[in-house]
């Protein structure tokens, strides 16, 4: 096989593998994900190389002022196909990944773990949507008291 | 150890749905503190019929038995089907009807 076949055959791959994955487990689909230290690096071995764009339409709720485990609410109304959550002071940034399922609702509530640090830590959310554009949302959290260690 | 409580209730066409499941997920570091293995939910999908409406691949800081609250478009009757697997091969499948 020479190398213009096999980079013909790879992208061919790469555009027919999505679709065709029904149930889709980013651990072990994007193993490099989950021992990222920093956000930016989370981001990018999920989803590659992508400029994400600030939107409004992304709501990302939590306490201003959170002890033991916070609660984190994801809504929004862009079509979606996944949303990941991070977080900045755990020794790993990845929390979760959410595949939606077409005509999903994205309205998701959970509770994770936080260090408690002296800077508060920053949650955000990564939308990927249907549109192959990617969206992103922070919220900040103030660690008080002694919550479940990272 | 494995249980789930699973809520589904059906209003205006949409199914609000809670589960808890009983875990410890037991990070890395409270692991080597305790001198255990860590183990955590690395996988939870939630279907109705052949129809997937949940589906989350978490990390270890989700907190000790994680409640997951979600809704997807559905009817009353039908039945949701929760599987779970974790870190040391666990797989738990539980299913309840929609009310």
């Not at chain 1, 096999?6 to 679709?19: E, G, H, N, R």
């Not at chain 2, 080597?32 to 989350?56: H, P, Q, R």
């Not at chain 2, 990390?59 to 559905?74: E, H, I, T, W």
């Amino acid at each position: 096989m020479n190398r213009r076949k096999f980079l013909t055959l790879s992208v061919a791959t790469a555009m027919v593998l999505p679709l065709g994955a029904w149930a889709t487990d980013y651990r072990t689909l994007k193993p490099t994900a989950w021992t990222a230290k920093k956000v930016d690096d989370a981001v990018k071995a999920l989803y590659g190389d992508v400029e994400l764009i600030e939107s409004s339409d992304l709501v990302v709720k939590a306490p201003k002022v959170a002890t033991g485990a916070v609660p984190i609410t994801i809504q929004t109304s862009i079509q979606a196909k996944s949303v990941s959550l991070f977080q900045d002071v755990n020794p790993e940034s990845a929390v979760a990944t959410w595949t939606v399922p077409e005509d999903g609702i994205v309205d998701y509530r959970l509770k994770i773990k936080l260090r408690q640090t002296e800077n508060p830590a920053v949650v955000s959310v990564v939308v990927e949507g249907r549109d192959g554009k990617f969206y992103t949302a922070h919220t900040v959290v103030t660690v008080a008291g002694a919550t479940c260690e990272g | 150890m494995a249980t789930m409580k699973i809520k589904a209730k059906e209003k205006d066409g949409i199914i609000k749905t809670k589960i808890q499941i009983k875990h410890k997920m037991m990070t890395y570091k409270q692991a080597i503190k305790k001198g255990v293995d860590a183990n955590f939910i690395t996988y939870i999908i939630a279907k109705v019929g052949e129809k997937i409406v949940y589906e989350l691949s978490p990390s270890q800081f989700l907190s000790k038995n994680p409640v997951l609250k979600f809704k997807f478009y559905g009817n009353k009757g039908e039945v949701l089907e929760i599987e779970w697997r974790d870190l040391s091969g666990e797989k738990v499948v539980e299913s309840k009807k929609i009310k």
